[in-house]
């Protein structure tokens, strides 16, 4: 039987207790964010939503992303009185507990970490294109802030789901006029905020976010919404129910003191003794395409020159033509970084997510939720713009997420320093989990293509803009956390450690030197995180100093990965960018910031 408007309101009463009570044990947390919404999470989860209570999956059935993070006590709170969770609320924030201060996975219902706000809603519609590629059925429905509206990525996903007809997507902004340190941009000027998704091609009502009946007519007619992603805007109160706390500035972040304050603050709340329990409620399921294990076939000769971005692309497209799990992601560079490739394949697996690189990171997180493994891909430079999504990609601890990044270093030549990535290596390094590739020709570009659908988490790989030549065999094998040494012998007394465009610069370096009779080793550093630490420490004994070449600033990438796996064994001398570089040809470029071949000729004789 469905629930009243009464039992569901009263049910929004007891959440309300639950997110005081458990913040006051916790001594922090969000109370009155979490008391704001507490209809539409009665109405969401015990009336609007279908879904299986033993079941966290989402497996044909509706998903819910909080995306006002802070407001997690009342998720658990929710998810217990629905018997998705058994834990202790009042273990909220423990080091011992599931129930942390902001979403993570940790609780399988949560998709994806949410609490740096603005990035739900892009995860959101990431799951709903998914959705959409297989006619999977399902609503995803996110709930956001008033505040985190101000957001621009909330309007990158907002066009994105609009663009590309995304109904089964519902939006619900809890407009509570109030922000952590002052009141919100429009406080509760809710006509603001349905105007602004109307005209970004959203249907669009706004509703009293207290009133039960209200809330539940507006997101039945959402569901019936044909051709439009669908927003309640609801006009709420910030610790809606109890009076010292409704609307109040002061008390974002801010728990109620135990005793006698809380007492009060529940006594004002009134009878909230309800239970409601939530039958299992699914969609039919479709019949998906089994999932095939990823692998690539290069068809390269030896010596031939191809940039590791084309390369890219032919692997991708093979990918997508017998893959399908895979699917692929751009941001209007398609046909630089050739992704184009894997649309012409199959289109309909591909995202054209245009010049919003936020949005396109928190799509790609989102797809891969639902069983997919998405390739996103642009210009390396851009990637640090949409930083704080991989961050928190990081924390949501995805199946699969592959980013690529290309043009990257000052061998992209005429396009100037904006266009130029010299941090990429760096900031991928240091995000927890993440495997880093940077492959040097067609054959291992095209190999790591492989290896990064295979591989768990988060993987970048770093392709460049010039040609290069093929160096290794069509059946050349790539692992993580391996290296290629592709010079070598006894005499050695130097290594030089390459990665990418350098490495053909080093293999130049290493014919010459050997005319003057300097032995070297040369090695492919192409999985940068994790790296090859036996090679790296046994090559530095035996060869005694260690040089590192890159085409990446000297800050955070090859140079102080190799310098930490070797320390202590061999003195280690970097050559890297260390100017803001201009426009010119790669050659000229190279040459300036010391990192061709000649550059690396001089290193070595003064080493040896």
Same mark, same amino acid.
């Given at each position: 039987?469905?629930?009243?408007?009464?039992?569901?309101?009263?049910?929004?009463?007891?959440?309300?207790?639950?997110?005081?009570?458990?913040?006051?044990?916790?001594?922090?947390?969000?109370?009155?964010?979490?008391?704001?919404?507490?209809?539409?999470?009665?109405?969401?989860?015990?009336?609007?939503?279908?879904?299986?209570?033993?079941?966290?999956?989402?497996?044909?059935?509706?998903?819910?992303?909080?995306?006002?993070?802070?407001?997690?006590?009342?998720?658990?709170?929710?998810?217990?009185?629905?018997?998705?969770?058994?834990?202790?609320?009042?273990?909220?924030?423990?080091?011992?507990?599931?129930?942390?201060?902001?979403?993570?996975?940790?609780?399988?219902?949560?998709?994806?970490?949410?609490?740096?706000?603005?990035?739900?809603?892009?995860?959101?519609?990431?799951?709903?294109?998914?959705?959409?590629?297989?006619?999977?059925?399902?609503?995803?429905?996110?709930?956001?802030?008033?505040?985190?509206?101000?957001?621009?990525?909330?309007?990158?996903?907002?066009?994105?789901?609009?663009?590309?007809?995304?109904?089964?997507?519902?939006?619900?902004?809890?407009?509570?006029?109030?922000?952590?340190?002052?009141?919100?941009?429009?406080?509760?000027?809710?006509?603001?905020?349905?105007?602004?998704?109307?005209?970004?091609?959203?249907?669009?009502?706004?509703?009293?976010?207290?009133?039960?009946?209200?809330?539940?007519?507006?997101?039945?007619?959402?569901?019936?919404?044909?051709?439009?992603?669908?927003?309640?805007?609801?006009?709420?109160?910030?610790?809606?129910?109890?009076?010292?706390?409704?609307?109040?500035?002061?008390?974002?972040?801010?728990?109620?003191?135990?005793?006698?304050?809380?007492?009060?603050?529940?006594?004002?709340?009134?009878?909230?003794?309800?239970?409601?329990?939530?039958?299992?409620?699914?969609?039919?399921?479709?019949?998906?395409?089994?999932?095939?294990?990823?692998?690539?076939?290069?068809?390269?000769?030896?010596?031939?020159?191809?940039?590791?971005?084309?390369?890219?692309?032919?692997?991708?497209?093979?990918?997508?033509?017998?893959?399908?799990?895979?699917?692929?992601?751009?941001?209007?560079?398609?046909?630089?970084?050739?992704?184009?490739?894997?649309?012409?394949?199959?289109?309909?697996?591909?995202?054209?997510?245009?010049?919003? /690189? %936020?949005?396109? +990171? &928190?799509?790609?997180?989102? !797809?891969?939720?639902?069983? *997919?493994?998405?390739?996103?891909?642009?210009? #390396?430079?851009?990637?640090?713009?949409?930083?704080?999504?991989?961050?928190?990609?990081?924390?949501?601890?995805?199946?699969?997420?592959?980013?690529?990044?290309?043009?990257?270093?000052?061998?992209?030549?005429?396009?100037?320093?904006?266009?130029?990535?010299?941090?990429?290596?760096?900031?991928?390094?240091?995000?927890?989990?993440?495997?880093?590739?940077?492959?040097?020709?067609?054959?291992?570009?095209?190999?790591?293509?492989?290896?990064?659908?295979?591989?768990?988490?988060?993987?970048?790989?770093?392709?460049?803009?010039?040609?290069?030549?093929?160096?290794?065999?069509?059946? /050349? %094998?790539?692992? +993580? &956390?391996?290296?290629?040494? !592709?010079?070598?012998?006894? *005499?050695?007394?130097?290594?030089?450690?390459? #990665?990418?465009?350098?490495?053909?610069?080093?293999?130049?370096?290493?014919?010459?030197?050997?005319?003057?009779?300097?032995?070297?080793?040369?090695?492919?550093?192409?999985?940068?995180?994790?790296?090859?630490?036996?090679?790296?420490?046994?090559?530095?004994?035996?060869?005694?100093?260690?040089?590192?070449?890159?085409?990446?600033?000297?800050?955070?990438?090859?140079?102080?990965?190799?310098?930490?796996?070797?320390?202590?064994?061999?003195?280690?001398?970097?050559?890297?960018?260390?100017?803001?570089?201009?426009?010119?040809?790669?050659?000229?470029?190279?040459?300036?910031?010391?990192?061709?071949?000649?550059?690396?000729?001089?290193?070595?004789?003064?080493?040896?």
């Amino acid at each position: 039987m469905a629930a009243s408007d009464a039992q569901l309101a009263r049910m929004a009463q007891k959440l309300r207790r639950h997110s005081l009570e458990s913040t006051t044990e916790a001594g922090s947390g969000h109370p009155t964010s979490c008391m704001s919404m507490a209809e539409l999470m009665s109405v969401l989860f015990f009336s609007e939503m279908r879904f299986d209570p033993a079941d966290p999956s989402g497996s044909d059935a509706d998903v819910f992303v909080l995306s006002k993070g802070h407001a997690a006590p009342i998720l658990w709170a929710t998810l217990k009185e629905a018997g998705a969770i058994e834990d202790d609320l009042l273990t909220l924030r423990r080091l011992d507990s599931r129930l942390e201060g902001h979403p993570t996975p940790l609780v399988p219902w949560v998709r994806v970490a949410t609490g740096s706000l603005g990035q739900g809603l892009c995860a959101t519609v990431g799951m709903a294109w998914a959705r959409r590629t297989e006619g999977a059925p399902g609503r995803v429905f996110a709930l956001m802030g008033d505040g985190e509206v101000a957001e621009g990525s909330v309007w990158e996903a907002a066009a994105f789901a609009s663009f590309n007809g995304l109904d089964n997507v519902t939006a619900i902004v809890d407009v509570n006029r109030l922000g952590q340190s002052g009141p919100t941009m429009y406080q509760h000027d809710t006509a603001v905020y349905e105007a602004r998704f109307r005209s970004f091609g959203w249907e669009a009502v706004t509703v009293d976010g207290h009133d039960v009946k209200a809330v539940r007519e507006a997101l039945a007619a959402g569901r019936n919404a044909k051709g439009k992603p669908f927003a309640l805007v609801a006009r709420t109160l910030k610790g809606k129910g109890v009076s010292f706390l409704e609307d109040k500035e002061g008390w974002h972040g801010k728990p109620v003191k135990k005793g006698e304050e809380l007492q009060k603050a529940v006594a004002e709340l009134g009878d909230t003794d309800i239970t409601l329990p939530v039958e299992a409620r699914r969609y039919s399921p479709i019949t998906e395409r089994a999932p095939v294990p990823p692998a690539v076939a290069p068809a390269y000769k030896m010596g031939q020159e191809v940039a590791t971005r084309e390369a890219y692309g032919t692997a991708l497209a093979h990918l997508g033509a017998h893959c399908p799990q895979v699917v692929a992601l751009d941001g209007d560079t398609k046909n630089s970084t050739f992704a184009e490739r894997f649309k012409a394949v199959d289109p309909h697996r591909f995202a054209e997510a245009y010049i919003a /690189e %936020q949005n396109m +990171v &928190g799509v790609a997180l989102g !797809v891969s939720t639902e069983g *997919k493994i998405p390739f996103a891909s642009t210009f #390396a430079c851009f990637l640090s713009r949409a930083y704080d999504f991989i961050r928190m990609a990081a924390i949501s601890r995805p199946s699969h997420l592959v980013l690529c990044g290309s043009h990257a270093g000052v061998s992209i030549g005429e396009d100037g320093a904006s266009q130029m990535a010299l941090e990429d290596l760096a900031m991928m390094r240091a995000i927890t989990g993440a495997t880093v590739l940077y492959p040097s020709e067609a054959v291992s570009a095209e190999r790591l293509v492989e290896l990064a659908a295979r591989t768990k988490g988060i993987v970048y790989i770093r392709t460049s803009r010039p040609k290069t030549k093929v160096i290794y065999a069509n059946d /050349e %094998q790539f692992v +993580v &956390g391996g290296s290629k040494t !592709v010079r070598s012998s006894d *005499k050695d007394r130097v290594t030089i450690v390459a #990665a990418g465009v350098t490495v053909e610069e080093a293999l130049t370096a290493h014919e010459r030197l050997a005319a003057e009779g300097i032995a070297t080793r040369v090695i492919d550093l192409y999985s940068v995180k994790p790296v090859d630490v036996d090679t790296l420490q046994r090559a530095a004994s035996e060869t005694k100093a260690v040089l590192t070449v890159e085409d990446h600033s000297v800050h955070g990438g090859i140079g102080d990965a190799v310098a930490a796996a070797v320390s202590g064994r061999a003195p280690v001398t970097m050559l890297g960018v260390r100017e803001i570089p201009r426009s010119g040809k790669p050659a000229e470029l190279m040459a300036m910031h010391g990192i061709d071949a000649d550059a690396i000729v001089r290193a070595v004789r003064a080493l040896a």
